[in-house]
């Protein structure tokens, strides 16, 4: 497994600003995740870090408005920009870290505690 | 896009009962996986499965893949209090390294 830390925890942010939340793990790993869960929701993929290239986003979401880095494999931000209350959400990274001994075709994904995004 | 259809997505059970829960999907998956939420953390993983049929336990908690790699279940034995929270299922399409989610199923447990 991965020991995933994700900062913040939680903010309160005014409409209009930017927050850009941290997500660092204990170990290389080649994809990082970003997926957003709204209030009572399941999670849905924002997009795939990968190191030395830009992120790949999914449907719906756009590199303006989330923004990634990925400087290093152990290392990614996710800067939500321009916040309108409905960004209010929880923003979770998420790791493959499979453990030695499973195919290339078979994923083993960690997630870091959660970002609570409120937006006023 | 891809979906899983997740059910139920509710439970009210007694402490004690057994619970199941599934999830099912038009698509191939070669990886399906089940997590665990509780209020204010990520989800935790608790079951992997990778193999079409394989049938995997984690204490009173017992996975399968489907046979014909479109759907999974989770069973819970014994119920007990800590076992309140949300359940996931999670499958990974051929080719792909990213998941799909199921929309959860909330277990709430009366004493």
């Known amino acids: 497994s991965a020991v995933i830390s994700q900062k913040p925890s939680r903010d309160i942010c005014q409409r209009g600003t930017s927050l850009t939340i941290q997500c660092q793990v204990d170990?290389?790993?080649?994809?990082m995740f970003w997926y957003r869960q709204q209030p009572g929701q399941s999670l849905t993929l924002i997009a795939t870090?990968?190191?030395?290239?830009?992120?790949?986003?999914e449907s719906g979401f756009v590199i303006d408005k989330f923004p990634i880095s990925r400087p290093n494999l152990t290392f990614s931000t996710l800067t939500v920009s321009n916040m309108s209350p409905e960004d209010s959400s929880i923003y979770l990274c998420?790791?493959?870290?499979?453990?030695?001994?499973?195919?290339?075709?078979?994923?083993?994904?960690?997630f870091g505690q959660g970002t609570r995004l409120t937006v006023v | 896009g891809q979906q899983l259809n997740q059910s139920p997505q509710s439970m009210f059970i007694q402490e004690g009962e057994d619970v199941s829960m599934n999830c099912t999907s038009s698509s191939i998956f070669n990886t399906w996986l089940w997590y665990k939420q509780d209020p204010g953390e990520g989800p935790v993983l608790l079951i992997a499965l990778y193999k079409a049929g394989e049938l995997t336990s984690n204490g009173r908690l017992t996975a399968q893949f489907g046979i014909t790699r479109k759907d999974s279940f989770l069973n819970i034995s014994a119920s007990i209090p800590s076992d309140v929270g949300i359940y996931f299922c999670a499958g990974q399409l051929p080719r792909a390294q990213k998941l799909v989610f199921g929309q959860g199923t909330r277990l709430t447990i009366n004493p």
């Open positions: 870090a990968n190191q030395g290239s830009e992120a790949t986003y």
């Open positions: 998420s790791v493959d870290a499979r453990r030695p001994g499973l195919r290339d075709w078979n994923t083993e994904a960690f």
């Open positions: 170990s290389q790993v080649t994809m």
